[in-house]
Antibody, heavy 124, light 106 residues
Framework: QVQLVESGGGVVQPGGSLRLSCAAS????????MHWVRQAPGKGLEWVAFIRYDGSNKYYADSVKGRFTISRDNSKNTLYLQMNSLRAEDTAVYYC?????????????????WGQGTLVTVSS | DIQMTQSPSSLSASVGDRVTITCRAS??????LAWFQQKPGKAPKSLIY???SLQSGVPSKFSGSGSGTDFTLTISSLQPEDFATYYC????????FGQGTRLEIK
């Protein structure tokens, strides 16, 4: 069965950096695009970033562009989110999520599975 | 950017009721619309994609419809496990979510 397990969350000071990981299993990771979606405490869902199945295309929300970098290692079945210049408003649970369709090259494919999330708190 | 607006923001219903949640896009998105269910402290769960297609394993009590800018999620015969927050999401362009609809027990 599909499993997505995030890790790497924690408390970081404003301006600091953090790298999140998402370990995937139960499917052919290298064939599917992957997303990061976040949820601030008590708030709704916000899409953060997408990476194509082969890592060649990446897309970002305006709120994180230039500060966050999505990447993947298909040999390790792992998705990453490098977060730099963190701000208080980046405080959220970060979820990784899998595309439903094989070989989707853009953000225009639906999500089918979600990880359990990892909490990032940006505070001094 | 495409804005997604859900209505109502909250809804009270009884076990056995049938409820409908509406989602409106700020511009046409064809059928690039998904619905998710989220329970407190849990990850979202995918219910519907392409406006009306059920994700694998999702019971047929959930149904979606619409195209263009106006969409609905209908849940028939509510059971205690259905009380949750529901989100729509467009994926026609960079994805965006509605603000959520909290479905509570009356």
């Amino acid at each position: 069965q599909v499993q997505l397990v995030e890790s790497g969350g924690g408390v970081v000071q404003p301006g600091g950096s953090l790298r999140l990981s998402c370990a995937a299993s139960g499917f052919t990771f290298s064939s599917y695009g992957m997303h990061w979606v976040r949820q601030a405490p008590g708030k709704g869902l916000e899409w953060v970033a997408f990476i194509r199945y082969d890592g060649s295309n990446k897309y970002y929300a305006d709120s994180v562009k230039g500060r966050f970098t999505i990447s993947r290692d298909n040999s390790k079945n792992t998705l990453y989110l490098q977060m730099n210049s963190l701000r208080a408003e980046d405080t959220a649970v970060y979820y990784c999520a899998k595309d439903r369709a094989l070989y989707c090259s853009s953000t225009s494919c639906p999500i089918d599975y979600w990880g359990q999330g990892t909490l990032v708190t940006v505070s001094s | 950017d495409i804005q997604m607006t859900q209505s109502p923001s909250s809804l009270s219903a009884s076990v056995g009721d049938r409820v409908t949640i509406t989602c409106r896009a700020s511009q046409g998105i064809s059928n690039y619309l998904a619905w998710f269910q989220q329970k407190p402290g849990k990850a979202p769960k995918s219910l519907i994609y392409a406006a009306s297609s059920l994700q694998s394993g999702v019971p047929s009590k959930f149904s979606g419809s619409g195209s263009g800018t106006d969409f609905t999620l209908t849940i028939s015969s509510l059971q205690p496990e259905d009380f949750a927050t529901y989100y729509c999401q467009q994926y026609n362009s960079y994805p965006s979510f509605g603000q959520g609809t909290r479905l509570e027990i009356k």
